[in-house]
């Protein structure tokens, strides 16, 4: 199950939260070939005056910025697929939040498949015994 962590410098912003959501769920799927229906997403925001770059606040410097953190089962998508998901990601995500500091970043977390997993089950488990299989 695909996990989206995105940290959005700034204020709650309801319209903007759905929107993001929406798209990087469609670009996670486009991209790293995921599935929507076992992919979960939290997006919080911080003050721009608690996000510090360069020992400055974003108020300080003026930006917006992001932290996108996304954790996929490793040796489930190669490094040509992950770098096309940082490219897109970061400009889908500056076209949406807009004035960013360059320093905004992306983490593709690759996780065990011994130790990643949901529903009760590690990846590995299910891989190997079949989703149905009983613990």
């Known amino acids: 199950m695909p996990?989206?962590?995105l940290t959005v410098s700034g204020r709650e912003q309801p319209e903007l939260t759905e929107k993001l959501?929406?798209?990087?769920?469609r670009l996670t799927c486009d991209?790293?070939?995921?599935?929507?229906?076992?992919?979960?997403?939290?997006i919080e925001y911080i003050p721009h005056a608690q996000w510090f770059?360069?020992?400055?606040?974003?108020?300080?410097h003026g930006k917006n910025a992001f932290q996108l953190e996304?954790?996929?089962?490793?040796?489930?998508?190669?490094?040509?697929q992950k770098a096309e998901y940082h490219r897109k990601a970061f400009d889908l995500l500056a076209s949406l939040i807009g004035n960013l500091h360059?320093?905004?970043n992306i983490n593709?977390?690759?996780?065990?498949?011994?130790?990643?997993?949901?529903?009760g089950l590690t990846r590995e488990w299910k891989i190997?015994?079949?989703?149905s299989a009983a613990v």
Do not use: W
Request: proline share 5%; net charge positive; hydrophobic share 35%.
């Open 70 to 80: 996304l954790t996929i089962t490793q040796h489930t998508n190669t490094r040509e």
């Open 128 to 131: 190997h015994r079949g989703p």
């Open 21 to 25: 959501a929406t798209e990087l769920t």
């Open 31 to 42: 991209v790293l070939a995921k599935l929507p229906s076992k992919m979960a997403v939290f």
């Open 53 to 60: 770059i360069d020992n400055r606040s974003l108020a300080a």
């Open 3 to 5: 996990g989206i962590r």
């Open 102 to 104: 360059p320093h905004s």
């Open 108 to 119: 593709v977390i690759d996780c065990d498949a011994t130790g990643y997993g949901f529903g």
